[in-house]
């Protein structure tokens, strides 16, 4: 009985620690994302001044902001589209962190059902981002 | 409309500030619906082709619309009183949130219908490129009987990884514009990160009939569009 109630207790004190640790995790990515993002919004304003962005017509990006490696490059050279798109990319990181951490959570926890769980959504979510980029 | 993805990624991440330092957001509960929500949207994108999407914009502008309805009914068992069923317990589903200063335990009830209806919310996304997040909380809300802050911000939970599946997508063929994208998330990112704070601080009451309120507006906004052909 004493068992129980101490291995209860100590996964909920490791499952707060997980918590709290995931949670200071994104306000952290949250603020990254959001200075690169505005730095290179900035950028961006100063650069186009008043040009009027045609949004009527649907062109595509040009390639250098397609993938992950055009980005970094060129995200280092200070270029203010390809700094944005490094934000953005790094928002979309976030919740992939986030299940990441949580599978390391349960893991950690010994919650094998949520083990499970969260491979499948984690695969899911690589298969979606990934499995279609041939 | 790669816009539209970056804002609900700036949604989920951005009250995710403040949910998950709250514990308002239900991990399992998220990821164990997302399964269904995920493999609902992927079955959503195959049908695509059977099925015209205006006419499923009017389904689901009604859906909401009845669900906006459902939403401002005052429930009878409030949701701590609910009796934990035999899912919820085995799935380790019930949890606990703070409220003020106490701490609230709540259960789940009638864990394989609201599964169900997570797996229709993700039909619904596949089909029409939209969240479903306000499907999703109706879902938990009303069927599960999880408490309307735990729905909200475990729904937001949701609605992330979503989202950031198909970011991924969007960005390799091109369809996030910078330019657009920027505005959109500085601004999505500093309200949720407000809004995400303010959900704990708010009254249950009071957020239930701003969310009735906008699933609403929203339900009206579908079933427009999709009769005049904005699908």
Redesign the interface.
């Given at each position: 009985m004493m068992n129980t109630t101490s291995s209860k207790t100590s996964q909920k004190y490791s499952e707060q620690k997980g918590e709290a640790f995931i949670a200071n995790l994104v306000r952290l990515l949250v603020i990254c994302a959001g200075i690169i993002v505005a730095g290179g919004g900035v950028l961006f304003i100063l650069r186009l001044g008043n040009k009027q962005p045609g949004y009527h017509l649907f062109t595509s990006e040009p390639v250098s902001l397609m993938s992950v490696h055009g980005i970094l490059t060129h995200a280092f050279s200070f270029d203010s589209q390809s700094l944005i798109q490094l934000g953005i990319l790094l928002l979309i990181g976030i919740p992939i962190i986030r299940v990441f951490a949580l599978l390391i959570s349960f893991f950690i926890q010994r919650d094998w059902i949520y083990v499970v769980t969260t491979i499948l959504v984690f695969g899911v979510l690589l298969f979606s981002l990934f499995g279609s980029a041939g | 409309m790669g816009a539209s993805l970056?804002s609900v990624?700036?949604t989920?991440?951005?009250a995710?500030?403040a949910h998950?330092?709250s514990?308002l957001s239900n991990?399992?509960i998220g990821?164990?619906l997302?399964?269904a929500a995920?493999?609902g949207a992927?079955a959503g994108t195959l049908i695509t082709a059977f099925v015209s999407p205006a006419f499923v914009a009017v389904v689901f502008g009604l859906v909401l619309l009845y669900s906006a309805y459902v939403s401002t009914i005052r429930r009878n068992t409030k949701s701590e009183n609910t009796r934990p069923t035999g899912f919820a317990n085995f799935?380790?589903l019930n949890g606990e949130y703070m409220s003020g200063q106490e701490v609230k335990h709540y259960s789940l009830s009638s864990v394989p219908a609201g599964f169900f209806v997570m797996t229709i919310a993700g039909v619904f996304s596949g089909l029409l490129g939209i969240g479903s997040g306000a499907l999703k909380v109706v879902g938990m809300d009303r069927i599960m009987k999880v408490p309307f802050k735990v729905s909200t911000a475990t729904s937001n939970?949701m609605i992330?990884?979503t989202?950031?599946?198909?970011?991924?997508?969007y960005?390799?063929?091109?369809?996030?514009?910078?330019?657009?994208?920027?505005?959109v998330?500085?601004g999505v990112?500093a309200g949720s990160?407000l809004g995400g704070r303010l959900l704990t601080k708010v009254k249950t009451e009071n957020i239930r009939i701003v969310f009735a309120v906008a699933i609403g507006l929203i339900g009206l906004e579908m079933i427009y569009k999709g009769m005049f052909g904005k699908f």
């Open positions: - | 970056v990624l700036a989920s991440s951005g995710a500030v998950a330092k514990g991990y399992r990821m164990f997302e399964i995920t493999v992927l799935l380790c939970f992330g990884i989202a950031a599946a198909g970011a991924g997508v960005l390799h063929k091109g369809y996030i514009d910078p330019g657009l994208s920027m505005p998330m500085l990112l990160v």
